[in-house]
């Protein structure tokens, strides 16, 4: 276990893996970068024969799919061991349809950074919000998805833990 957490906060490492991931590779998501601090991450949903639906275009659950594990994987590798990131709620809206390949941009924002972790420094949950645009090729938002997050402090971390033991 200690050597996935090693390997895990090293974000070629979870691009490589992420674009070997069956769910991802299969569906034609590819991770296209990862910024070195986990604050930002570009992926590219490829329109392919096995990924349209019966009206020759992207298929809903690709779709959806491209937004699935990228916020918490970003706050896992921003936050570190210490915490639990999990997704609890998300919501698609269809805008238009997905004629070509699709992109969406994910961004970690300080002030939400420092928002989640005055929420949990006490071990109290937070559930921050994303707004993800899946954009066509030609930056056009064919869809828009909600993601909600649960974070919270592993007990071991938590300051009233901390403090007690002290």
Same mark, same amino acid.
């Given at each position: 276990? $200690?050597?996935?957490?090693?390997?895990?906060?090293?974000?070629?490492?979870?691009?490589?893996? @992420?674009?070997?991931?069956?769910?991802?590779?299969?569906?034609?998501?590819? *991770?296209?970068?990862?910024?070195?601090?986990?604050?930002? +991450?570009? +992926? $590219?949903?490829?329109?392919?024969?096995?990924?349209?639906?019966?009206?020759? /275009?992207?298929?809903?659950?690709?779709?959806?799919? @491209? /937004?699935?594990? +990228?916020?918490? @994987?970003?706050?896992?590798?921003?936050?570190?061991?210490?915490?639990?990131?999990?997704?609890?709620?998300?919501?698609?809206? !269809?805008?238009?349809?997905?004629?070509?390949?699709?992109?969406?941009?994910?961004?970690?924002?300080?002030?939400?950074?420092?928002?989640?972790?005055?929420? /949990?420094?006490?071990?109290? $949950?937070? !559930?921050?919000?994303?707004?993800?645009?899946?954009?066509?090729?030609?930056? *056009?938002?064919?869809?828009? +998805?909600?993601? /909600? @997050?649960?974070?919270?402090?592993?007990?071991?971390?938590?300051?009233?833990?901390?403090?007690?033991?002290?």
């Amino acid at each position: 276990m $200690k050597l996935w957490m090693n390997i895990a906060d090293k974000p070629k490492v979870v691009k490589f893996a @992420l674009n070997l991931w069956p769910p991802f590779w299969g569906s034609g998501i590819k *991770i296209l970068s990862i910024s070195e601090d986990f604050r930002q +991450v570009q +992926v $590219k949903l490829k329109l392919r024969w096995w990924n349209k639906n019966a009206n020759r /275009t992207q298929y809903g659950g690709s779709i959806f799919s @491209l /937004t699935d594990p +990228v916020y918490s @994987l970003m706050l896992m590798g921003i936050l570190g061991k210490e915490y639990y990131v999990w997704d609890k709620e998300a919501s698609i809206n !269809f805008i238009k349809p997905g004629q070509s390949d699709l992109y969406a941009d994910f961004i970690v924002p300080q002030d939400l950074l420092e928002d989640v972790l005055c929420q /949990t420094a006490n071990g109290d $949950k937070c !559930f921050p919000e994303f707004i993800i645009h899946i954009k066509d090729k030609d930056g *056009i938002i064919v869809s828009e +998805v909600q993601r /909600t @997050l649960y974070v919270r402090k592993k007990p071991q971390y938590r300051e009233s833990v901390q403090e007690q033991a002290a």
